[in-house]
């Protein structure tokens, strides 16, 4: 048995995503195994087991290391567990579970075995959206409450969380609404599902109605802040005024929240206001120090746009343009499109409009996540309008207007309509 270890190698580089084919390589995949395990493992080790010195049979210890990294207590279990760890072997898993009509232990642990490679959760993903579909609430309790999701990263979580809340947009209202009262009290489910997936297309409607759930379940603070906090964007941007004089104050454990949480608080503070005061703007260059604030600007930068806070806009992209474009997330695409539209904004405001157009067209509004897409749309075909404004592009202003027009038919955000008023031309 320990001299079949080709296939373990191969699991190592895949989960590591590291391609072992130079000595560099074995230095970052000695790098990645040893902050991820207590146990570490020799260069030298590495080096004999990828070709690279002449090769001798591996240790036990070494085997156990390396399977360990994987997620399994020794080389023995992963041997045992190997093929409902291989991805195809782990979907074929998930077909035969498709014919059932409940799951057990045995079901249950072969998913916990796939999950040991995290990327496998798409496939576990496309099994409950089938689910979904069938209106299967007892597999979906059962996965929901019993599957170990602790291998999972932030990246998969988002793909996992899109193609659920999809299939779940897909199905009759109150057939989904009755999947969400019942799957809400388990946290993978509600921190996973309605509070990672923000869908701003249906924030007038459906999610609305979701966002009721969450605050009924609430297990934290955190959460009935956040349902606060959409309510009051979904009541501004529709321009419901009779629901926007309530004031929401931080709570006392602000500081342990999530960036993008607490970046939708100062968000929510900008739009209230008449002028960001000193004192406001002073707190919110102090929280970038604390933040990553590619996630904690994500709400800011359209709260300073709405208000044409011009010169915060571009000081914090003067300051914070490197940190700003980060490639190394899921939502890189939908970021990076927020700050290209608040860099249009800024150039366009110093009537830079080449730039401010150069700006527009690095914007992949396609590739933005879907619960943000007609969202951003908003933000991208205002700056649109105002740059051909100021050019005076007839047809482009006419075609940003329509987009305008098609985007807030969608959302139902009116305030769009509104402040494009002043931007058409005749």
């Not at 966002?211 to 941007?237: C, G, H, P, T, W």
């Not at 007839?394 to 769009?416: M, Q, S």
């Amino acid at each position: 048995m320990y001299n079949d270890y080709s296939q373990l190698l191969i699991d190592v580089q895949k989960k590591s995503n590291i391609t072992v084919t130079s000595l560099r390589d074995v230095k970052f995949l000695k790098e990645e195994i040893d902050t991820n395990i207590d146990n570490s493992i020799g260069f030298n080790t590495l080096r004999r087991l990828f070709g690279f010195l002449d090769k001798t049979v591996p240790s036990v210890a070494t085997l156990n290391t390396l399977s360990l990294y994987l997620g399994f207590t020794s080389f023995s279990s992963y041997k045992n567990n190997q093929s409902n760890y291989s991805e195809w072997y782990f979907q074929q898993s998930l077909l035969r579970m498709q014919k059932l009509k409940r799951i057990g232990k045995e079901e249950i642990h072969k998913i916990n075995i796939g999950l040991l490679d995290e990327k496998n959760i798409v496939f576990l993903a496309y099994f409950l959206s089938f689910q979904i579909e069938k209106n299967n609430i007892e597999i979906l309790n059962a996965v929901f409450k019993y599957v170990d999701f602790k291998q999972v990263t932030g990246t998969q979580f988002h793909k996992f969380s899109t193609t659920i809340s999809l299939s779940l947009l897909n199905i009759p209202e109150k057939k989904a609404l009755s999947i969400y009262e019942s799957l809400i009290h388990y946290d993978t489910f509600r921190n996973n599902i309605p509070l990672l997936f923000i869908d701003y297309t249906n924030l007038n409607s459906r999610y609305y109605e979701i966002l009721s759930i969450i605050e009924k379940n609430a297990a934290n603070e955190s959460d009935i802040f956040f349902v606060s906090l959409m309510r009051f964007y979904k009541n501004y941007y529709s321009e419901i005024e009779s629901f926007l004089d309530y004031e929401l104050k931080k709570p006392t454990d602000f500081s342990s929240f999530h960036s993008v949480l607490k970046g939708r608080f100062y968000g929510y503070c900008i739009l209230q206001s008449q002028k960001v005061s000193p004192k406001l703007k002073k707190e919110i260059f102090d929280e970038c120090s604390f933040n990553r604030v590619s996630f904690f600007l994500e709400e800011i930068i359209p709260a300073l746009i709405i208000k044409e806070e011009y010169d915060i806009l571009k000081e914090i992209m003067d300051n914070y343009y490197e940190d700003l474009f980060e490639s190394d997330i899921w939502s890189s695409t939908t970021t990076s499109a927020i700050y290209l539209i608040g860099l249009s904004n800024s150039n366009w405001h110093a009537k830079s409009y080449s730039r401010a157009k150069r700006n527009l067209e690095l914007v992949q509004l396609e590739l933005v996540e879907i619960g943000y897409y007609d969202y951003l749309s908003l933000f991208y075909y205002y700056t649109k309008l105002k740059i051909s404004f100021s050019e005076k592009a007839i047809e482009t202003n006419r075609d940003a207007l329509k987009n305008i027009k098609l985007h807030v038919k969608k959302t139902g955000f009116k305030l769009f309509l509104s402040l494009a008023k002043g931007f058409i031309l005749r």
